[in-house]
């Protein structure tokens, strides 16, 4: 039986896990979750599964949490601190690190520097702290697999290969709601449209990310560190029907690729039990029924997230950093109804091709850049309001 923590246990993908879990019993055991501000859901989870140690985002949820929860031996805790505490909580097997955004780097630091299994879902981590990520990896000796669905089928495809003989990973993207709509139709479009993802039910964050084609610039930079290839080894392409998740050209000229349904519960359920398989109780993969699939270049003047993507991926240092902090400024206002849907990616360009590149040798250094990008982003959005 391995003991598992899940940060992020009131997400889409900590929704998902649980289930998984849920599924195979016999295997898992839930000793820890985080959540942000849904204390409700929390609650309904901590009764299912019995975890010894929960978090949330805030001390009076904690405390008012701790006063429903008084019959059971539960530690409650909360904060980026309580965050942490469930990472490295001494009982841990395998964490899985499903908090949206920078708010999951300590956590999921933490969880390394305990040196256990990772399952990790918190791409934007990877993003701003690859290189920090992997040096603990190799320190503490703990093991990462990813949870993304294009980077677990490139660590599926990889299983028996080795590097050297890796010539290009192509991550596949489904294009989000606005593949198909025209350049001059970008204009006008709503909140509600944005969140209309139409392959994926996943976060509200993550879903934005996905219809700006940020969450594909942000898995290149994931890619990077997590395979170690150089950028110009990494690709993508359109793929809509969402069901090849990612290629893998050899030096031989074969291309292997990994397919399965359209659910996260796929790769989640592989990272929790890698190296062995478990059953899969969605519907196996019915190519006749889906027919045709599809491939496509990326338009990269509709979507100018990824060319902004790549610069900061060749640059290094403190870009990647930069990118992701002005877009989680930037996606909040739209999600808030403060900008429209084009600001998002004007807005983050305009921060990116401002910066001057730092050096970045610690966490202090990660936070610093991302506390600067913040507020002028900020300043940004209140300049052109
Ligand atoms: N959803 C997908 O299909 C998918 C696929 C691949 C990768 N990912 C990645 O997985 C991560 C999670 O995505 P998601 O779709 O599951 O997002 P989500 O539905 O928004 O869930 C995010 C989770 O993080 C918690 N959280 C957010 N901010 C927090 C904070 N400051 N402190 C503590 N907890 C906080 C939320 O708590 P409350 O809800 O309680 O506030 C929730 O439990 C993201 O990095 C995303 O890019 C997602």
Not at 68 to 73: A, E, F, N, P, Q
Not at 142 to 167: R, T, W, Y
Request: hydrophobic share 40%.
């Amino acid at each position: 039986m391995k003991n598992i923590s899940v940060l992020g246990s009131t997400g889409s993908i900590g929704r998902s896990s649980l289930d998984v879990i849920d599924k195979l019993s016999h295997r898992f055991k839930v000793v820890g979750l985080t959540a942000g501000r849904n204390t409700q859901l929390l609650e309904k989870q901590v009764e299912k599964f019995n975890p010894k140690i929960v978090s949330v985002e805030k001390k009076e949820e904690a405390e008012e949490l701790k006063r429903r929860l008084k019959d059971k031996s539960i530690r409650v805790t909360f904060a980026q601190e309580g965050a942490e505490e469930v990472a490295s909580f001494s009982e841990n097997d395998i964490i899985i690190s499903a908090i949206t955004g920078i708010d999951g780097l300590r956590p999921t630091l933490a969880a390394v520097q305990e040196g256990k299994k990772i399952a990790l879902a918190n791409k934007e981590s990877m993003v701003v702290a690859g290189p920090l990520i992997q040096d603990r990896i190799r320190k503490f000796g703990a093991q990462l697999i990813p949870v993304d669905s294009e980077h677990s089928g490139v660590f599926q495809c990889l299983a028996k290969e080795k590097m050297e003989n890796v010539k290009k990973i192509t991550l596949t993207a489904s294009g989000g709601p606005f593949f198909r709509k025209p350049p001059s139709e970008m204009n006008n479009i709503t909140l509600e449209e944005a969140l209309n993802h139409p392959r994926w039910k996943m976060g509200k964050k993550v879903t934005i990310d996905s219809a700006t084609l940020m969450n594909k610039g942000l898995e290149l930079i994931e890619a990077h560190w997590l395979f170690g290839l150089a950028p110009r080894q990494l690709g993508i392409l359109i793929h809509p029907q969402s069901i090849v998740h990612s290629l893998v050209e050899m030096s031989d000229g074969s291309v292997l690729a990994q397919l399965s349904p359209t659910d996260m519960k796929i790769p989640i359920q592989y990272a929790l039990t890698y190296p062995e398989r478990e059953d899969s109780l969605l519907p196996s993969l019915n190519l006749s029924e889906i027919k045709a699939l599809e491939f496509y270049e990326v338009d990269t003047e509709k979507f100018p997230i990824i060319k902004l993507s790549r610069l900061a991926l060749e640059e290094g240092e403190s870009f990647p950093i930069v990118l992701n902090a002005a877009n989680e400024v930037v996606v909040s206002a739209f999600l808030e109804k403060r900008i429209k849907f084009m600001d998002i990616s004007e807005v983050v360009s305009a921060i990116v091709e401002n910066h001057q590149k730092r050096k970045v040798q610690s966490l202090e250094d990660i936070f610093d850049v991302d506390r600067e990008t913040r507020r002028a982003s900020l300043d940004l959005l209140k300049k052109r309001s």
